[in-house]
Nanobody, 116 residues
Framework: QVQFVESGGGLVQPGGSLRLSCAAS????????WAWYRQAPGKQREWVAD???????NYRDSVKGRFTISKDNAKTTVYLQMNSLKPEDTAVYYC??????????WGQGTQVTVSS
């Protein structure tokens, strides 16, 4: 089993930046493709971005040009650099693998609040 620990969230003003991290641990850690997801209050969890084993990246339209996903295979860690944050980015952010059928148990997530 794999455990995820997300960190780096916080309260930031519109236009600000945050860098999220997610570290994976466990006896079955061999993750090379990652994804970030988020869940806003009262809404379903949604995909935000993913990165393949080869380093190719994909983003949902609303974050393109503002968010950057990256990974460190040696540290089994994935990052999400978030710039030009907007109030609609407010959510709890989670990491996992990109394939739904292969999802591990979710971590506790990290809260991102964008507000003035």
């Amino acid at each position: 089993q794999v455990q995820f620990v997300e960190s780096g969230g916080g309260l930031v003003q519109p236009g600000g930046s945050l860098r999220l991290s997610c570290a994976a641990s466990g006896s079955d850690v061999s993750i090379y493709a990652w994804a970030w997801y988020r869940q806003a209050p009262g809404k379903q969890r949604e995909w935000v971005a993913d990165i393949t084993s080869g380093g190719a990246t994909n983003y949902r339209d609303s974050v393109k040009g503002r968010f950057t996903i990256s990974k460190d295979n040696a540290k089994t860690t994935v990052y999400l650099q978030m710039n030009s944050l907007k109030p609609e980015d407010t959510a709890v952010y989670y990491c996992n693998v990109p394939v739904r059928s292969a999802w591990y148990d979710w971590g506790q997530g990290t809260q991102v609040t964008v507000s003035s």
